[in-house]
């Protein structure tokens, strides 16, 4: 695994919480949103403030409009912004110390060099750039949440533009990382919304292109366009680490590898996942 990917996993697997766990499930509910996916799509996209079913569908790409459009804008009109923003935080950081004895003190150790780099000025794309100019909070674990929560959309940010240079449209991507053994169909599928119809459709122009076989599976030609994808991700996604020195880089590494672990061992995060986040392998 590259240091990009390293990286990634480290940071994903902290904010990731916020769609597993239950306590930031109930949160959202608590708060006005109704149900899984209403809480899903109003929380993280509320940096952007009271974004349009429309908005949502062109920066989180991979999802059904009609998925989007069920929850969005009734999102706003049950829940005010002010509480979804704190409520989304707010859990994270509560379910985090659940799971970690003395987590305020690891997170102190990293979270300044971390906000440096969600906070540099390569972090500028449609999701990754409203999460960096949120407030900087007091506590220290919310803190390391939101910073964590910041470069994760960096990167899906980097990979949406990535996926778009290789013009593979929103099912399309779906389709060849489920070929390219990312997650299975019978989860990427329904957790995005899309028929079988329009599933198969795209199968059957990605194998036009030459990009998958007729029975689904990726193509020496899928890979190479796979691979061009993830290199220009990686690149994207690295490019705010410059702020911080490489022995910073590798202490919020290795902590991040740490409370990864820890999070992974409480069983909260499926494996596999929509994300196609790997379970992590320790410092």
Request: glycine content about 8%; hydrophobic content about 45%; charged content about 25%.
């Amino acid at each position: 695994m590259n240091r990009a990917r390293e990286l990634w996993v480290g940071f994903e697997t902290v904010h990731a919480i916020t769609y597993f766990a239950p306590g930031c499930v109930e949160a959202n509910r608590a708060v006005g949103l109704r149900g899984f996916w209403m809480g899903y799509f109003a929380s993280r996209s509320v940096p952007m403030g009271t974004p349009s079913a429309a908005e949502i569908v062109d920066v989180f790409f991979s999802f059904r409009p009609s998925m989007v459009e069920r929850a969005i804008p009734d999102a706003w009109l049950f829940a005010d912004r002010e509480a979804v923003l704190e409520a989304r935080v707010a859990s994270a950081a509560q379910v985090l110390r659940s799971l970690r004895e003395g987590l305020d003190e690891t997170a102190l150790a990293i979270v300044e060099p971390i906000e440096a780099v969600a906070s540099d000025s390569h972090v500028v794309g449609p999701l990754a750039g409203p999460n960096r100019d949120l407030p900087i909070r007091d506590d220290p674990v919310e803190r390391l949440w939101q910073a964590c929560t910041t470069l994760r959309e960096h990167r899906g940010d980097a990979h949406i533009d990535a996926l778009r240079a290789a013009q593979l449209g929103p099912i399309d991507s779906l389709v060849l990382f489920s070929a390219s053994g990312g997650a299975p169909r019978g989860s990427l599928q329904p957790a995005r919304g899309w028929s079988d119809e329009e599933w198969d459709k795209a199968s059957a122009s990605l194998t036009d292109r030459g990009l998958v076989t007729s029975d689904g599976l990726i193509t020496s030609a899928g890979r190479t366009v796979r691979s061009l994808v993830e290199v220009a991700t990686d690149r994207g996604a690295l490019e705010p680490w410059a702020a911080i020195t490489a022995e910073e880089r590798a202490r919020v590494g290795a902590v991040l590898a740490d409370i990864s672990s820890t999070i992974a061992e409480s069983d909260l995060l499926p494996y596999s996942n929509p994300i196609g986040l790997p379970r992590p392998i320790g410092p």
